[in-house]
């Protein structure tokens, strides 16, 4: 059965414990959130990240809340960092009870990739944690879901799985006939979104920012999910990169929480095993 999660930029607004309450009341299975997050330009967390000294009145609020984290960000393989850096970061997810870890590739090099790789998993697996690995257009290591499986594969890493993020999936010219020919064992989670339209891109940074409400746009949504194992978790990614109250930005969340359940009851209702891909996606040309 998926397990369905509400990620911490959906709603920034009321940080890592407003997300825990927020999604509670709105009965989901977990959050995803950040212990650890890149700085901006003034030295300061670009998102909302679980301070380390309160880690003992967060784990009570997830355990009085019966809440999850099913997704702790956020884990680069980086030119310029060894990832034991983060071991503070993944120590912190694990006391909190996360599942796994969030990793993109941005380090070009194969080899130190596929080092460093390995050895954000192996610090997991110490940590009893899996490893996520998200293929985006802005990640020189790893911009496509065909790199995200055969690096899978080259590493064999057995808690290293992959995510289905719609948004990078489309952008990065994928196909639901790709995702149906690769091992759904592999796959570890799916985040949703929507978007207006199928072009390719490496730089599309401010619309993975700003995404649209599952349902209010073009993606094949409803096929993706139902291409999915039921141990695949389902994460609501759609951030609004407007200045929203707080009032505003638990609206907005709710939309996309509607909009997700919504389009997972109809995804389910297709008939058992795996399906046939009914909408096929060909790769767009680059614009």
């Known amino acids: 059965m998926h397990q369905l999660a509400l990620h911490q930029i959906t709603m920034m607004e009321g940080g ?9 009341e709105a009965r989901l ?15 300061r967390d670009m998102f909302p990240v679980i301070d380390p000294k309160a880690t003992t009145s967060f784990k009570r609020l997830l355990r009085d809340h019966d809440m999850r984290i099913i997704n702790a960000e956020y884990f680069p393989v980086m030119s310029e960092r060894d990832v034991a850096d983060y071991l503070p970061a993944i120590t912190l997810a694990a006391e909190l009870g996360a599942k796994r870890l969030v990793t993109h590739v941005h380090e070009a090099d194969r080899q130190r990739a596929e080092d460093q790789l ?17 293929f985006t257009g802005f990640a020189a290591g790893c911009n496509s879901l065909g790199r ?13 799985t992959i995510a289905i993020d719609a948004l990078h999936l489309f952008r990065t010219g994928g196909t639901l006939e790709q995702v149906q020919a690769i091992d759904p064992a592999i796959i570890g989670y799916a985040q949703l979104c929507d978007g207006p339209d199928y ?9 993975a ?6 349902g209010e746009g073009v993606f094949p949504l409803r096929d993706l999910v139902a291409l999915l194992g039921p141990h695949v978790d ?15 930005a638990e609206t907005w969340a709710q939309r996309a929480i509607a909009a997700s359940r919504d389009l ?3 995804a389910t209702c297709n008939d058992p095993g795996r399906p046939v891909v009914r909408a096929r996606i060909s790769r767009p040309s680059v614009r």
């Open 16 to 24: 890592p414990e407003g997300l825990v309450r927020f999604a509670a």
């Open 264 to 266: 997972f009851a109809r």
């Open 199 to 207: 072009r390719l891109s490496d730089n599309y940074l401010g619309e």
């Open 148 to 160: 995200a499986a055969a690096l899978h594969d080259r590493i064999n890493q057995p808690n290293l």
């Open 29 to 43: 299975d977990g959050v995803c959130l950040f212990t650890a997050t890149p700085l901006d330009a003034n030295g």
């Open 209 to 214: 920012m700003n995404r649209m409400v599952p």
């Open 234 to 248: 389902i994460d609501i990614e759609v951030p609004n990169s407007a200045q929203l109250t707080e009032t505003e």
């Open 118 to 134: 390995s050895r954000l998993c192996i610090l997991a697996r110490e940590n009893e944690l899996e490893v996520g690995l998200e």
